[in-house]
């Protein structure tokens, strides 16, 4: 149990659009998911902690209005990074909570901004 | 505040010789741990993890780590290393100062397999 999926795992897009990334815990509802970034050769970010009908909170450093975050259900959360540039490029992971310290980790979405 | 320090950005072993990854946490209490692995362009898998019951804790694919309160640490072992399990190691732990689970990534250990 406890999966969590993302879609799509590999998005390219051009630069100036807006990209959606979903994020869904398949077999449990998750009280709380995040956001992570990782760099080439980096460990993980954390961009943004969201809880189901209510604004996301995010870390220092990291535009709102650049990455909006969506948590409509219990079993789903939307990152829409918009008018992307290439320095958005970056591997874009979630995880999912049931409101213990674990978190379960979706596979990752590779962004390439053209 | 709680952190998580890995000592060594990069290990290389032979393949069939034992694994050591350092792992040394600050927490003003016993805290969460864990160890996740992320092979190439690869989400994070758990390998294991410690919470508050046994100290040595067994994980998949032969990994185990042991909770050591006097030396806050929780190094990752394997005793015989496959061409396998060359990838990219977190330590991570329980961000207690937070209510909505948050967890803190150490940067990250590189594992490299000699045949």
């Known amino acids: 149990g406890a999966v969590v999926s993302q879609h799509p795992s590999r998005v390219i897009c051009k630069s100036g659009t807006s990209v959606k990334i979903e994020c869904r815990s398949l077999?449990?509802?998750?009280?709380?998911m995040f956001w992570y970034r990782q760099f080439p050769k980096q460990s993980l970010m954390l961009m943004a902690t969201?809880?189901?009908?209510?604004?996301?909170?995010?870390e220092q450093g990291v535009e709102k209005d650049k990455f909006l975050i969506n948590h409509a259900s219990l079993t789903l959360s939307t990152l829409t990074v918009t008018s992307a540039h290439p320095e958005d490029s970056s591997f874009y992971i979630c995880?999912?909570?049931?409101?213990?310290?674990?978190?379960?980790f979706g596979p990752g979405t590779r962004l390439t901004v053209t | 505040a709680q952190s998580v320090t890995q000592l060594d950005s990069h290990v290389s072993v032979s393949e069939g010789t034992p694994v050591l990854l350092r792992c040394n946490y600050s927490s003003s209490y016993s805290p969460s741990l864990f160890w996740y692995v992320q092979h190439p362009n690869k989400g994070l898998q758990l390998l294991l993890k410690y919470t508050s019951a046994a100290t040595l804790v067994k994980g998949i694919n032969g990994f185990e780590a042991e909770f050591k309160k006097s030396e806050t640490s929780f190094h990752l072992t394997k005793p015989s290393a496959h061409m396998s399990d060359a990838a990219e190691y977190f330590c991570v732990v329980s961000d207690l100062n937070s209510s909505a689970s948050k967890i803190i990534f150490g940067s990250g250990t590189r594992l490299s397999i000699r045949p």
């Open positions: 969201s809880n189901e009908g209510s604004k996301a909170t995010y």
């Open positions: 077999d449990f509802q998750a009280t709380t």
């Open positions: 995880s999912a909570s049931r409101g213990e310290y674990e978190q379960y």
